[in-house]
């Protein structure tokens, strides 16, 4: 979600860094080659907004751009985005029109499925351009392998079908270690050579997600899309090729109250957090009606205040939260507390409140509000509210 300059920036506010969205795009592309590049940007681009991330990451080179459902490419055509557009699961009846009217990919797997969205491009006197998704092993969407052949001749064979890709999708890529991707690999293979041998030839062949595209350099075929690496986040932490990618969202608040609290006193609802010295109390404006989790209170979760790292304390509230910064700290009313980016020499990232909240940084960035302003910064700039 896009905003410009508004009063909820005096609350909370989410920095997007387009340059290093741009950056993402240029490693993953440089690794991906000679494939292309799709950028996923679903939910909202990740949180940090669709529409920006997509023209960012179209600009430095992304050739394709990923959705979950028709209603999220809408804005993106609205925007003038006129790349290719791959609907990434099977559309619904509801989103048949749309499909058509944004000329968007569709992804199709079931028969029932197929029927409909022909059904509707017949009535409309149009072509549908798609790609078969075949189920290798994930078992959560996908043609059965053994149903693909007949698929995709029936699709091949259809006017009211393009039939121009076949795609699969990887369970386990983020665990390099184990040989699930390898396999599911092979059966993707044996499916594309038995179509082939059939005497269909796909122009578009693709298999890697973000893992994928990092770890499993087979998988790459002739697109790779790339979804948490494009945002600079994803599973893998101490590997060349992932420490080149640069994270793109930092999260900020506005101290709205600073006060003291002595030892043994209470703090937030139920009281349930006691100072066990004296100390300085900072109020934040942000809340788990903002994204910020309670059970990272209970963890003590670290924010960023004038470089310095202060926990969580207390019951994190709807709008509000307390952070300790300790006895005689000099913070201000107005000051920027920062609970996911960079002050100074101190990082706090996705990953720790992934760790803390036994989650992914994907649930982490996608959790944050809609209440919450977006920024969208050309580069790396400083961290005040104003």
């Keep these: 979600m896009s905003r410009s300059v508004s009063a909820l920036e005096q609350r909370c506010r989410v920095d997007v860094d387009l340059g290093a969205i741009a950056h993402n795009v240029r490693v993953l592309q440089e690794r991906a080659v000679p494939a292309a590049l799709c950028a996923v940007v679903k939910g909202d681009g990740y949180g940090h907004g669709a529409v920006e991330v997509a023209r960012s990451a179209v600009a430095a080179g992304a050739s394709w751009l990923g959705v979950a459902c028709a209603a999220e490419a809408v804005p993106l055509r609205r925007a003038g985005l006129d790349v290719p557009v791959l609907v990434l699961a099977e559309p619904p009846p509801a989103d048949y029109e749309a499909v058509l009217e944004h000329g968007l990919r569709a992804v199709v797997y079931t028969a029932e499925g197929i029927d409909g969205l022909a059904a509707h491009a017949r009535r409309r006197g149009a072509r549908v351009t798609v790609h078969l998704k075949v189920d290798t092993g994930m078992h959560r969407a996908g043609c059965e392998g053994a149903a693909a052949p007949d698929l995709a001749i029936r699709l091949a064979r259809d006017p009211a079908f393009e039939l121009e890709g076949l795609m699969t999708h990887l369970a386990t890529s983020d665990e390099p270690s184990r040989p699930d991707a390898s396999v599911q690999l092979e059966r993707f293979r044996r499916l594309l050579g038995r179509l082939r041998s059939a005497g269909w030839r796909p122009a578009i062949v693709h298999a890697a997600n973000s893992s994928g595209l990092l770890a499993?350099?087979?998988?790459?075929?002739?697109?790779?899309?790339?979804?948490?690496?494009?945002?600079?986040?994803?599973?893998?932490?101490?590997?060349?090729?992932?420490?080149?990618?640069?994270?793109?969202?930092?999260?900020?608040?506005?101290?709205?109250?600073?006060?003291?609290?002595?030892a043994g006193e209470g703090v937030s609802y139920g009281l349930r957090w006691r100072a066990p010295r004296d100390s300085v109390l900072a109020t934040l404006s942000i809340g788990y009606g903002d994204g910020v989790r309670r059970a990272l209170g209970a963890a003590g979760a670290p924010v960023l205040l004038g470089g310095r790292r202060c926990p969580m304390v207390g019951v994190v509230t709807m709008d509000q939260l307390v952070v300790d910064c300790g006895p005689g700290a000099t913070v201000r009313v107005g000051d920027t507390a920062t609970l996911i980016g960079r002050q100074g020499r101190e990082v706090v990232g996705a990953g720790l409140w992934a760790e803390l909240l036994d989650t992914i940084d994907y649930e982490v960035v996608t959790g944050i509000g809609p209440r919450v302003a977006r920024r969208y910064l050309p580069g790396v700039r400083g961290n005040r509210l104003n």
């Design 216 to 262: 499993h350099p087979d998988s790459h075929f002739d697109l790779v899309r790339a979804g948490i690496a494009l945002y600079g986040l994803g599973p893998f932490t101490d590997q060349p090729w992932s420490e080149a990618l640069r994270p793109a969202l930092s999260l900020h608040a506005r101290v709205s109250r600073v006060g003291p609290v002595r």
